[in-house]
């Protein structure tokens, strides 16, 4: 069977999308359960001290620090398409690229526990 | 995606990306966060393949049995799954609205990623190509035959669907079969008819005088042809044997004299495993081959074996393009054949192997066990 990748972007306006990556997990607090859509994660910070940028994440009571990373090697963000019923193809499935990453800001640093109370809607669990 | 709920309009990876120093921006769940198991991310090897993919050139082929590969105009890649442990959450880019033109300084999340599937370069898997190829060998006067049908036959698009391997590759897979296109199939012709058309272009070349260094390819195919020959497998067999030398106007052939011996050396011994001693077999190809034609038995490297018994040398059919094309399965035939093997005898054996990412060197230290009783004696290779 063959799959076409489809990109209807092509190579100039492929849009960009980015990541934000941390180590641990986030966990919401156990009355929320799953409800999570639309809820706040955290905030973040840029600032820049002598030549590099910094960016602070704070979820919770925890501070997470990080830098902007360009990505050695790109992702492309692809979409699994069921086909529908009676298209020229005969295969169930078709893909098709519909974002780049080349981006991310990655929080690397073990977090920091922020001794003031803010609002804790969230909090951040580490391993 | 679904469209947003409410008002909400974020800046998306614009907002996030761009954020300045001194500024601040609120991450949150997007209204659609969810596991969206149809978003895959890809990582992308280098600009060749990215440009191939954001050109639309990208194909995944496989059956639903085998791994998939994703196959680009020219090159072949395995497809690995990659987990990761971290939290990688996505973040789709801004979703213009028009009512709004403003973004909220606000980040949406909409998927954690659980990883990414990586692009291996890897072989293609072309060894399945010559399976389906010889499941009907294409005879001259098949088309008097009953059996009409197109079972055991493939189209270019039938073979797309079933190799995996990029066009490219595929297309160097069939010439190295000799594989010919015939009625919209590929097909490889069957031994004996190749031997018959050749001979038929040999004969008539001493009958009309034509020069093998430079036979002109209407009058071989309109000869042929009114004695009953097919054109596509006459023209197959000049490019089989031959190279064109495009002069003027008229394409002219030039038979390579090697290739012809090496065919009738191989119908002199039969197929693989056919053998007989060394004297018999260079008299009667002495007697197949045309009068000038140098035959020295180095130019059946790689297509026969020497074996001495008793007194006597014997020579063994044995070729390496019928061999299977993945390391693993090779060395599995040659030790078969063979327990010990000196370097000499095994290096065109081998010669072809091409494996992305290990030398020559690094196959043999994979799949052979190497001996060599001192600093002056030959290496020895046998099965790890």
């Known amino acids: 069977m063959e799959i076409k990748v489809k990109c209807n972007c092509g190579v100039e306006n492929c849009s960009e999308w980015a990541i934000l990556e941390l180590q641990g997990v986030v966990e919401s607090q156990p009355s929320i ?21 910094n960016y602070t994440f704070t979820v919770g009571y925890h501070e997470l620090s990080g830098t902007k990373v360009s990505l050695k090697k790109p992702l492309l963000v692809l979409k699994k398409n069921k086909q529908e019923e009676g298209s020229v193809s005969n295969n169930e499935v078709d893909l098709e690229v519909i974002g780049i990453i080349r981006h991310k800001i990655l929080f690397k640093n073990r977090p920091k526990a922020i001794i003031s109370r803010p609002q804790v809607k969230d909090k951040k669990a580490s391993d | 995606m679904a469209t947003n709920k409410g008002d909400i309009n974020d800046g998306g990876a614009e907002s996030f990306l761009t954020l300045g120093p001194d500024n601040s921006v609120t991450v949150r769940y997007h209204p659609d966060f969810g596991p969206h198991s149809d978003l895959i991310l890809l990582e992308v090897p280098d600009d060749s393949v990215l440009n191939d993919l954001l050109r639309g050139r990208v194909t995944i082929r496989g059956q639903f049995d085998e791994d998939a590969v994703l196959c680009t105009p ?38 954690l990623a659980p990883g990414n599937v990586e692009l291996v370069l890897t072989a293609p898997r072309l ?28 189209t270019w698009h039938d073979l797309i669907c079933s190799i995996q391997a990029s066009d490219e590759e595929l297309r160097e897979g069939l010439k190295f079969l000799s594989a010919v296109e015939i009625n919209g199939f590929w097909r490889i012709v069957h031994p004996k008819s190749v031997n018959m058309i050749l001979t038929m272009v040999l ?19 309109s000869v042929l042809e009114s004695d009953g020959f097919n054109t596509t497998i006459v023209k197959h067999c000049l490019e089989t044997f031959g190279t064109k030398n495009e002069n003027d106007n008229s394409k002219l052939w030039g038979l390579d004299k090697k290739r012809i011996a090496v065919h009738f050396a191989k119908q002199v011994l039969g197929s693989n495993g056919g053998k007989m001693r060394l004297e018999i077999f260079i008299e009667k190809w002495m007697r197949n081959v045309q009068k000038g034609t140098p035959f020295d038995l180095n130019m059946l490297e790689g297509e026969v074996l020497y074996e001495t018994i008793g007194a006597e040398t014997w020579i063994k059919a044995f070729s390496v393009a019928d061999l299977p094309l993945t390391p693993d399965a090779r060395f599995s035939v040659l030790f078969k054949e063979r327990a010990k093997w000196a370097w000499k005898d095994l290096e065109p054996y081998v010669r072809d192997l091409r494996v992305p990412g290990i030398s020559s060197e690094g196959l043999l230290i994979k799949y052979t066990r190497r001996v060599q009783p001192n600093a002056d004696a030959e290496p020895i290779f046998s099965a790890r």
């Open chain 1, 33 to 53: 359960a799953n409800q999570i859509q639309g809820l706040e994660i955290g905030r973040l910070c840029c600032s820049s001290s002598s030549s590099q940028v």
């Open chain 2, 74 to 111: 020219s090159s072949t890649y395995a497809m690995k799954f990659v987990g990761t442990s971290n939290s990688v959450f996505l973040i789709p880019p801004r979703k213009p609205n028009l009512s709004d033109p403003q973004p909220n300084p606000l980040v949406s999340v909409l998927k």
């Open chain 2, 127 to 154: 060894d399945k190509l010559r399976f389906l190829l010889m499941q009907r060998l294409y005879k001259i006067d098949e088309e008097d035959e009953e059996d009409c049908s197109s079972e055991g036959l493939y």
């Open chain 2, 203 to 221: 004969t008539n070349s001493v009958l009309h005088d034509w020069s093998l260094d430079a036979l002109v390819e209407e009058e071989v195919l």
